[in-house]
């Protein structure tokens, strides 16, 4: 029975060796001698058979090793190259919030913004208000901090299609507002001294304490992180201590001594003229020669001149913390090895308040450590009455105008370039609703004052096209 089944299964391999031939052999080679294929054939096709067998197998092997080589290109394919640019002479730029620059229909928004516009440059947060940072990072430090989010998973190619239409790209860091950081590291964070808990402003924000030097190592980790990614300039914000809520009850662990001293400021030999209103007398600036407007109660300057030999500005613990963190950031980014552009905003006040106003930014403190200092000069920020405006925000050329003029006359004064100061200008609703032409009045008021540079503010990163088709030409008005 055994003998029968393998005569059976032999016979079988034999019709299935043969049909395979019959199948591999091309027809003109086949010859029969009636139901025989001859023995000549056969040994050509069985040569034949093993042939082709051989091929499936090498074509088979080279298949893998094909797929094995992609997989291989793949592994080492060369990392996105970061590349850098220069400031335009003249910035003139718009804030994109990184949520919205990770998103594919504000990225189209942005694009479109870009192009066929005055614009130049644009802001994108590094790390927001949240204190979360907008993308992975590589420090080890800030990994095991854990603050970074992936709101733009594409950071370093996104950077480069900016570039590549020739973009000049800011990151801005929020500083001391950082309710992610202080829960990490409470020790890093102003206390309550009524309750020993964290302290809040009355918004209810987390703030990180200003005179915290490990804070201030972060901070500069994270600057480094972003320029190794593409940004050209980091931008601080937030660099401040905390302006409203019960700063009374704030502690902090290295405040210096709090006693409000007066200090002269550098003044420059000759006597500096300017087109403005006079300054409030807190200001302690001479002011020559003013008149009353016929048509209004506010007082008018059409020629006025301003010395600034009798100014004096406060040291306050709170200015001398702000001012060494200026220094601080100066000498880790703005003075290294391959100096990192920096730029700080400021109070829009600063630029006509000689005080700190209890946040600790005094203007002149700023100038000899950034290449440029960027008031916030948003109309609607200012108190009904200021400079005579019952609404403020109802008159954007006057107080954007009056402003930088007095940062003009302060940098001039402190032997500092007046056009290292670019403000912040309104495009958003408070106050009054915002048309193009209100945006570009303040950028008319800009460069009446001089300067060249300015950054358009916008929470939502939505913007009015219209407004930024042409550039606004200096008007020489001799409006205030």
């Known amino acids: ?63 893998t090793s094909i797929i094995a080589t992609s997989s291989s290109l793949a592994a080492v394919a060369p990392e996105f190259v970061v590349t850098h640019i220069s400031p335009p002479k003249s910035v003139k730029a718009i804030y994109f919030t990184n949520w ?27 790390k927001d208000y949240s204190g979360r940072v907008g993308f992975s990072v590589n420090d080890p430090e800030l990994v ?42 409470p020790e890093w964070a102003i206390h309550d001294s009524r309750t020993g808990a964290l302290w809040r402003d009355s918004g209810g924000a987390y703030w990180a304490d200003p005179t915290n030097k490990d804070l201030w190592k972060y901070v500069v980790a994270i600057a480094k992180e972003a320029y190794s ?11 401040r201590f905390p302006s409203d809520g019960a700063v009374s009850s ?45 048509t209004s109660t506010k007082l008018v300057a059409t020629s006025t001149k301003l010395v600034a030999t009798s100014t ?59 290449d440029y200092i960027d008031p916030m000069v948003y109309p609607s920020h200012y108190i009904s009455g200021f400079i005579g405006y019952a609404k403020p925000a109802m008159h954007p050329y006057e107080i954007v105008k009056y402003e930088m003029n007095q940062a003009v006359i302060r940098s001039k004064a402190a032997s500092s370039s007046p056009l290292l100061m670019r403000p912040w200008l309104q495009a958003f609703d408070l106050g009054a ?19 060249t540079s300015w950054i358009l503010w916008n929470a939502g990163s939505v913007y009015d096209k219209s407004a930024l088709l042409t550039d606004p030409k200096p008007t020489n008005s001799n409006r205030p």
């Open 1 to 63: 029975m055994t003998r029968i089944v393998t005569i059976i299964i032999v016979a079988g391999i034999i019709v299935a060796i043969v049909a395979g031939i019959l199948f591999i052999l091309p027809a003109n080679r086949l010859s029969f001698s009636g139901n025989a294929l001859k023995s000549s054939d056969l040994a050509t096709a069985i040569s034949a058979s093993t042939t082709s067998v051989s091929k499936v197998a090498l074509s088979s092997a080279t298949s």
């Open 100 to 126: 919205a620059a990770g998103t594919p229909s504000f990225r189209k928004s942005l694009f479109n913004l870009l192009d066929g516009t005055i614009l130049n440059s644009v802001v994108i947060d590094v």
């Open 144 to 185: 095991k901090i854990g603050a970074a989010e992936k709101h733009i998973p594409d950071i370093k190619e996104f950077i480069g299609s900016l570039h590549a239409k020739g973009i000049y790209v800011i990151g801005r860091v929020a500083v001391f507002q950082d309710p992610y950081i202080v829960k990490v590291k």
């Open 229 to 239: 990614d593409g940004f050209d300039e980091i931008n601080f914000d937030y660099v």
């Open 250 to 294: 704030a502690v902090y662990s290295a405040l210096p001594k709090t006693e409000v001293i007066y200090k002269p400021l550098p003044v420059s030999a000759k006597t500096i003229s300017a087109s403005t209103k006079p300054v409030a007398s807190s200001t302690k600036l001479a002011v020559v020669s003013t008149k009353t407007s016929a």
């Open 312 to 370: 004096k500005i406060y040291v306050t613990g709170r200015s001398q913390v702000i001012r060494d963190f200026f220094a601080y950031l100066h000498s880790e980014l703005g003075s290294s090895t391959v100096p990192i552009p920096i730029s700080a905003d400021l109070f829009g006040q600063t630029t006509s308040d000689t005080g700190d106003m209890g946040i600790g930014q005094v203007i002149e403190n700023a100038m000899p450590y950034f």
């Open 433 to 451: 609703i915002y048309t193009p032409d209100m945006v570009r009045t303040q950028i008319s008021a800009t460069y009446d004052s001089g300067l």
